[in-house]
């Protein structure tokens, strides 16, 4: 077994790296020399996760419940280490110097060895697991007393790390990309293989320990699993659309449906039903699990389309009421009444056995309309989403007329001879919409309010997303276009991931809350760390089926900006 202290030196050694190329070097020999067994949860943990994406399995520790863990392992008050987080700016550096000084400070004979015991990466899981498995009266205590266990059995340096990966947030710099490199380097299998075997298991620690225990031929033998949720496609803006069609010669031309993504895993009579980040909504949308059972005709399939709220006339309801529909745990059946729900299917993944990925849209597409039945009456509840293939400008204006005319956002336009790539933004999924812009942006700081909004967090401070070093980038502070009910309903999601700060003072947030914010224009600014400044920000919507990671990037920004110059 591999020890938590060698995993906790790597990660030290590679927050001192800059080049990507040696930071993948550390990686692959971490993974070189980890147990097959122990492959999928190290690939997880240097990644700064505890399980993987698809499991749905959520850690549940926040800030408090981990300065009050630390607290009880080291004898420091509460207060003592919220001062010191704000002082390093980093719960892990905290961490690190309070074990230092209770180290100092010990008296008996323990303290007189150089380091306590190694214990190994498996057993930090396990205390993770059983903490996120507490429920219930006694719950806080269990996850308490587990964490307390780890603190007290850990070198400094492992605390720090510890502490991190209880926030799931190591800030070494290693994503998805790193390691899929390092997969390839340590165990030899060529990069494109491990990309491909990521796309079909959305795991890369089933990816890891596949290469390691069986090699290439293995890995090829790796394809999409019901219940074992992939990345949807994504759709991206282009800043000449008619351009993109010419070069295409024909697309394919859907309706954009103003709904929330939502993937269909059935398998015989059974149906889960996935989110855009992945999560196990089914509990959520019974009505939807019905509709699926009674007019997809495949023994097993992977769907994917968008869930629109719809009025008694099927006409589609704001955006927000789809979310409260996912959001919902209980009176699920009297939500369901009050907010039906339309499935528009337009992609499907795997069918009775087949991974269908690598085949053209316009062959997915046929096997689609192959197996979902759907009267005129029905299509009020499951429909294919139409689509069109042209090449005609004119048509396709026509189409996105349609498309505003009936509520929906506007119009998808795709490569008929596209490969579908989970997670994958480009340009053979083109969206086009109405020109106000907006922008997907993470929350990573805020303000209380003044006034009569003085118990509610008042300002929001947003960032963008930077993909190559895995950090948010700020670029402005929202604080209009929100009602008195929106400001409550954030500040609750917002109260479990704040980082410090009183009332009335400024504070950190974990960035995990997406808002989508418009603005007039963006400029150039030494403000804020991207380097760029919104100009009139105002709040949208919140955006709960992103991922803070699908926010918009950096790169986004800073086209956006070039465009608004083209224009003066």
Request: net charge neutral.
């Amino acid at each position: 077994m591999t020890s938590f202290r060698e995993f906790a030196e790597t990660c030290q050694a590679i927050e001192k790296i800059s080049s990507t190329i040696d930071t993948t070097n550390r990686v692959a020999d971490l993974l070189k020399k980890v147990d097959v067994e122990e492959l999928p949860t190290t690939t997880h943990f240097i990644m700064s996760k505890v399980f993987p994406v698809w499991s749905g399995k959520q850690l549940g520790i926040g800030t408090s419940l981990l300065y009050t863990s630390l607290s009880k392992a080291s004898g420091m008050p509460v207060k003592s280490i919220q001062t010191l987080v704000r002082t390093t700016g980093d719960i892990g550096d905290a961490a690190l110097l309070i074990l230092k000084e209770k180290k100092k400070n010990q008296v008996t004979f323990s303290s007189f060895l150089e380091e306590p015991p190694e214990f190994s990466i498996m057993e930090v899981y396990n205390r993770f697991k059983i903490a996120s498995e507490a429920s219930g009266k006694g719950s806080q205590e269990v996850k308490i007393r587990n964490l307390q266990y780890l603190f007290n059995s850990s070198t400094p340096r492992e605390a720090k790390y510890i502490a991190r990966l209880a926030l799931e947030e190591l800030r070494i710099g290693v994503g998805e990309g790193v390691v899929r490199d390092a997969i390839a380097k340590a165990f030899s299998v060529p990069a494109d293989v491990v990309e491909h075997a990521f796309m079909v298991t959305n795991d890369l620690g089933i990816v890891a320990a596949t290469s390691k225990e069986g090699g290439l031929e293995a890995l090829e033998r790796l394809g999409i699993e019901i219940n074992r949720p992939i990345k949807m496609m994504l759709s991206q803006i282009s800043p000449d659309i008619d351009a993109d069609i010419k070069e295409m010669k024909e697309a394919a031309v859907e309706w954009k449906f103003d709904g929330a993504r939502v993937q269909v895993h059935k398998d015989g009579n059974s149906v889960t039903l996935f989110s855009r980040k992945l999560e196990n909504v089914t509990d959520s949308l019974p009505d939807l699990v019905e509709i699926v059972r009674k007019h997809v005709k495949a023994e097993s399939a992977i769907l994917d389309g968008e869930a629109v709220a719809v009025d008694e006339d099927g006409k589609p309801r704001a955006f927000q009421e789809i979310l409260k529909r996912f959001r919902r745990k209980y009176n699920v059946e009297e939500k369901a009444l009050g907010i039906p729900i339309q499935l528009n299917l337009f992609d499907i993944m795997y069918l009775n056995g087949k991974t269908l990925i690598d085949l053209p849209l316009i062959e997915r597409r046929k096997l689609l309309e192959s197996c979902v039945e759907s009267s005129v009456e029905d299509s009020k509840a499951i429909c294919v989403d139409k689509q069109v293939i042209t090449g005609d400008l004119e048509v396709i204006e026509q189409i996105y007329r349609e498309a505003l005319e009936a509520g929906h956002e506007g119009l998808v336009i795709k490569n008929p001879n596209s490969i579908y790539s989970p997670g994958k933004r480009g340009k053979n999924w083109l969206k086009k919409k109405p020109l106000m812009e907006t922008l997907d942006l993470v929350v990573v700081g805020a303000e209380w309010g003044f006034g009569r909004r003085a118990n509610l967090i008042g300002s929001y401070t947003v960032a963008c997303y930077d993909p190559k070093t895995l950090r948010f980038l700020q670029v402005g502070k929202v604080g209009t276009g929100l009602t008195d009910e929106q400001l409550k309903e954030l500040t609750e999601m917002l109260s479990g991931l704040m980082e410090g700060g009183e009332a009335g003072g400024v504070f950190a947030i974990r960035p995990k809350i997406v808002l989508e914010i418009a603005f007039e224009e963006i400029q150039k600014s030494p403000n804020y760390n991207s380097g760029f400044a919104l100009r009139f920000p105002r709040f949208v919507r919140i955006r709960d089926d992103k991922a803070p990671e699908e926010a918009d990037t950096i790169q986004r920004i800073g086209k956006v900006y070039s465009q608004q110059l083209k224009r003066l």
